[in-house]
């Protein structure tokens, strides 16, 4: 079922929870993020777009998204991650999206502010929550560089104040230390910085840049008002490892249904999986993030 409103995000926050935000790029990514939200029984946000729509085709992604979403008896919202572009904005919205994320983190804080006000007045127009960033993350949002966090551009806790109430968004996401992908050394978060921005802002924090992350730095994270986490390069891994290790096996004659895991396997009733056939354990190029990771940012960091 579709997750609407901020409530599941405020509740998370207020109980010392994070709500996952796993990155999808195609149908397999989708399903595999769905069946761990069904396996989990928690609630997920799914981010379909904006690079993904690159590669899929913006139509093709929202729909398939929405449709799992709607389609699955888990809690699941639709969200779009990293936009910087206001129609693309707009399209998600109309096309039924639950939450968007503005980000102008790139741009001087008073073109930030006028860029994420105008997406907040057309997502809240139709009852959608934006998330927004201030500060600058190192690394890339689809490939792991090896990036270290530069000290420069972390979140300020007063201008954060003032960027959420100059902007009425829903959810912060924040730089505190935290890097987009997998880092060569573990990442260490400010953590005293992080309860900073929480005591100066009223609205959950979002934390970016979850793969690789030490636990106790997760953990830290969830305990200072982080309510949503957002992973994507552990998903990606998963994902490139099962298509690395599958598709040696498929020769011109292979069944593309079950190389893909669609069939045998995934309880498509054709007898009992094969590894040959289906894919890593028995899931074809599925990812099964089913993560360790989720479950204990799901549970209580307290
Ligand atoms: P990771 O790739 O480090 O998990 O970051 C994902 C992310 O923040 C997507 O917005």
Known sequence: MLLTGTDALTDAAREGRAIPGFVAYNLETVQGIVAAAEASDTPVLLQAGSSA?????????????????????????????????LDEIAACVDAGYTSVMV??????????????????????????????????????E?????????????????QAAEFVAATGIDALAVAVGNVHGFTTEPVRLDLPRLERIRAAVPVPLVLHGASGLPE???????????????????????????????????????????????GPGRGGGHGPPDRRATGVGGRGLIPHPAPSRPQSICGSAA
Not at 57 to 69: K, N, T, V, Y
Not at 142 to 158: L, Q, Y
């Open 53 to 85: 729509f690159k590669h899929a085709g913006r139509e093709a992604l929202m729909g398939l998204a929405l449709d799992a979403a709607r389609r699955s008896p888990a809690p699941i919202g639709v969200h779009l991650d990293h936009s910087r572009d």
């Open 142 to 158: 689809d490939v792991s560089t090896g990036a270290t966090a530069p000290g420069s551009s972390m979140t300020d806790p007063a």
């Open 216 to 262: 106790p730095q997760l953990l830290g994270a969830v305990r200072r008002g982080v309510a949503k986490v957002n992973v994507n390069a552990e998903l990606r891994r998963a994902y490139l490892a099962a298509v690395a290790s599958t598709l040696p096996d498929a020769t011109g004659g292979a069944d593309v249904v079950a190389t893909w895991g669609g």
């Open 103 to 140: 980000d102008g983190s790139h741009l001087p804080f008073a073109e930030n502010i006028v860029l994420t006000r105008q997406a907040v007045r057309r997502a809240h127009a139709a009852g959608v929550w934006v998330e927004a960033e201030l500060g600058a993350l190192a690394g890339d």
